[in-house]
């Protein structure tokens, strides 16, 4: 089975900040990966497909990169509304696996 | 307006079993494969089970599989888990969710959550 491992758990920052979040997986997954922001009593909510896809309506502001092994999830200037923790998810016709979530906190 | 209501949540014995439904309106149902995909208390995300548009195929995570059935009623626009031989590291939040086609899954509902316990 493909493990994801995410670094880091927590991630510290300010309003205004520029933050990355790297995903790792296990074997190459080529751009089978996307990003999820969950906030505390919601469901999960996707930003990014195929590693570098935006969601429609995610504000531009978030950005994914990365192929085979190595992803990155970036926010280029947080806001208030982006404290809350992320998750990357390798998909595939037959499994499906989650990183075990960052948590940004302010 | 996609909508996915999950329902049928509850307290249950281990060794138990119970029966969640999603309900499923504003897009349509028949040509979108669905998953379950649930999270025990402050814990991450975990896929549960997938099935097919057609509901002929499903696929399971090791951790249920031989315990839990994932199927849908297209004529009804709803899907449903059923789960036996409960356990209780199968207390979580369940979510029932719609793939968007190729990818992942672009759309959940809110959840019900599955207590076992005794």
């Known amino acids: 089975d493909i493990q994801m491992t995410q670094s880091p758990s927590t991630l510290s920052a300010s309003v205004g900040d520029r933050v990355t979040i790297t995903c790792r997986a296990s074997?190459?997954?080529?751009?089978?990966l996307a990003w999820y922001q969950q906030k505390p009593g919601k469901a999960p909510n996707l930003l990014i497909y195929?590693?570098?896809t935006l969601e429609s309506g995610v504000p531009s502001r978030f950005s994914g990169s990365g192929s085979g092994t190595e992803f990155t999830l970036t926010i280029s200037s947080l806001q208030p509304d982006d404290f809350a923790t992320y998750y990357c998810?390798?998909?595939?016709?037959?499994?499906?696996?989650f990183g075990q979530g960052t948590k940004l906190e302010i | 307006e996609v909508q996915l209501l999950e329902s049928g949540g509850a307290l249950v014995q281990p060794g138990g079993s119970l029966r969640l439904s999603c309900a499923a309106s504003?897009?349509?149902?028949?040509?979108?494969?669905m998953s379950w995909v649930r999270q025990a208390p402050g814990k991450g995300l975990e896929w549960v089970a997938a099935?097919?548009?057609?509901?002929?195929?499903?696929y399971y995570a090791d951790s249920v599989r031989g315990r839990f059935t994932i199927s849908r009623d297209n004529s009804k626009n709803t899907l449903y888990l059923q789960m036996n031989s409960l356990r209780a590291e199968d207390t979580a939040v369940y979510y029932c969710?719609?793939?968007?086609?190729?990818?992942?899954?672009?759309?959940w509902g809110q959840g019900t959550l599955v207590t076992v316990s005794s």
């Open positions: 969710a719609k793939d968007k086609p190729g990818t992942t899954w672009d759309s």
């Open positions: 504003g897009f349509t149902f028949s040509t979108n494969a």
């Open positions: 099935i097919g548009d057609s509901g002929v195929t499903t």
């Open positions: 074997q190459s997954i080529t751009t089978s």
């Open positions: 195929a590693a570098s």
């Open positions: 998810q390798h998909y595939g016709s037959t499994s499906n696996t």
